[in-house]
């Protein structure tokens, strides 16, 4: 079982209008909510691709029953604590181009995250992979993930600033940023380096179109393959997914990072985050370039 | 007992961002929520008024259940007819300007509506005024205010476009427009004339910091007061609520129309709708000119 940690999952709220234009009223033509967060992406893909997944994190409000709902319909194991304050939303208006509003989400309090800590404890054990993704929600302390990190020998972290940096303290199996969060660590130099430095046993940054790079097992490796027209948000949750994937399954890192390069390809051929399109990862497979570097 | 109808409420979010650019992704840094449409707050202000008053109409979804929470916890009572469709949300996004996002709403089927009208019948029997507002969802015919006007003696009907042009043809007691929802009546000309020979019993129309203007029992009136500087969304609700419960309880015209504006002024002194301050409305009824014209 991969277990996947949210700790601040949102619903994600989209309106189409046909332009938006601050200081007016906007009828909204259609609209549609879906369970987002970077985890429960993770999730999701885990899912698809035939995985036992548990997802885990904190949820609580009329937001959370509803995302706990959908993921429920759609098949995918998840086990929450509850908490007092409501989920967050994320409103994204679309028009001719994506405008975003993040509310700020929950505040945890000390006995949530001790509830959370005892039941993920218990679920990290039976886990052979464990995914730590996202931001942190107030409330919880800037050192969560290496708290949860260090209940696990086989830990994925793919988190940005603070939570990042603190995460890496626990050593983490694989760090997996992408190019921009990894930049947050250390402005200058080469981006590995930086999560090696910091505490991290190997290291993939993703860069979108621009391939990965990774420093796996004392090697370095690039990965590029075909541009991919689509919606490229979720992509990096895909990669994600399947490298915790094939360091649960000991798969060797060459194979593992042209796999994961090519369900991600297939990410963004999908226009939600959370699925991949598995004809579009067929045809990408053999064309993806693995080098060692 | 007075009798609203709220066809198609909806659950207000507001959002605080520093700006709103179109295209970026924004941090909210504070937001609330409220339940809101035009009988809801017409509804409230009746409460406040101390007035025994039932707000009934179509609920449906986690929205609706936030909705019915929030008027249980301010003490209105509410009999709704289940819908299978959500409850529309509209977001508001405060920064220099206010940018309204509103949602399309639910679609009601003929089986909910056939069953609000059942329970309809039942309440208005027992009603000294019905007072009608706000928009009509989708799936409830053009004619719904006509049907529901045609079972009460003392119908006030508030309300824009066709579903003010067709609940006219059962000759409510009073249509209470503001000044632009009459001008969609009669783009030019007198605007209480259209609202009785559309078939209004009596007419009453505001008109901002104008005042309003009214034809009733056969006589004109001009209704002018000192300006009230807040937010005047939900003044024109106050203004129903009031002319409503004096209708109800055989109030002289000229009284109530002053009372009315009064209300409307203090109701602009409160930042949401729903509410107005009784200080502000005891301070300008003095200087309320109700002249006949």
């Not at 601040?8 to 906007?26: C, E, F, K, Q, W």
């Not at 967060?37 to 937001?63: D, F």
């Not at 890192?253 to 991949?276: D, Q, S, T, Y």
Request: proline share 5%.
């Amino acid at each position: 079982m991969i277990l996947v940690v949210c700790l601040n999952p949102a619903l994600d709220v989209t309106y189409h209008v046909d332009s938006l234009v601050p200081g007016r009223s906007h009828r909204v033509r259609s609209q549609h909510e879906r369970a987002g967060g970077k985890g429960v992406n993770v999730a999701r893909v885990l899912h698809q691709l035939g995985e036992h997944v548990i997802l885990t994190g904190l949820l609580g409000g009329t937001e959370g029953g509803v995302l706990r709902s959908e993921l429920d319909a759609a098949g995918v194991w998840s086990c929450w604590t509850a908490i007092a304050d409501a989920t967050r939303r994320t409103v994204t208006v679309l028009a001719q181009e994506a405008t975003v509003l993040r509310e700020p989400g929950p505040v945890v309090t000390d006995a949530e995250w001790g509830a959370f800590l005892r039941s993920y404890t218990g679920l990290a054990r039976r886990a052979t992979a464990v995914v730590l993704s996202g931001s942190l929600p107030r409330g919880v302390p800037d050192d969560a993930y290496a708290r949860l990190a260090a209940l696990s020998p086989c830990a994925v972290l793919d988190a940005e600033g603070t939570a990042l940096r603190a995460g890496l303290d626990a050593h983490p199996y694989l760090a997996k940023p992408n190019a921009a969060e990894a930049r947050g660590l250390a402005a200058a130099g080469d981006p590995l380096d930086a999560l090696l430095a910091a505490g991290a046993a190997n290291a993939v940054v993703s860069d979108g179109e621009a391939g990965l790079v990774a420093a796996v097992d004392g090697r370095r490796y690039r990965v590029v393959g075909p541009a991919v027209p689509g919606n490229a948000t979720g992509a990096g949750d895909a990669l994600t997914a399947v490298l915790a994937r094939g360091i649960a399954a000991g798969t060797e890192w060459p194979a593992l990072l042209r796999e994961a390069a090519a369900v991600a390809g297939g990410a963004v051929a999908v226009p939600h985050a959370g699925a991949f399109d598995a004809g579009v990862a067929d045809r990408l497979r053999a064309d993806i370039v693995v080098e060692e570097c």
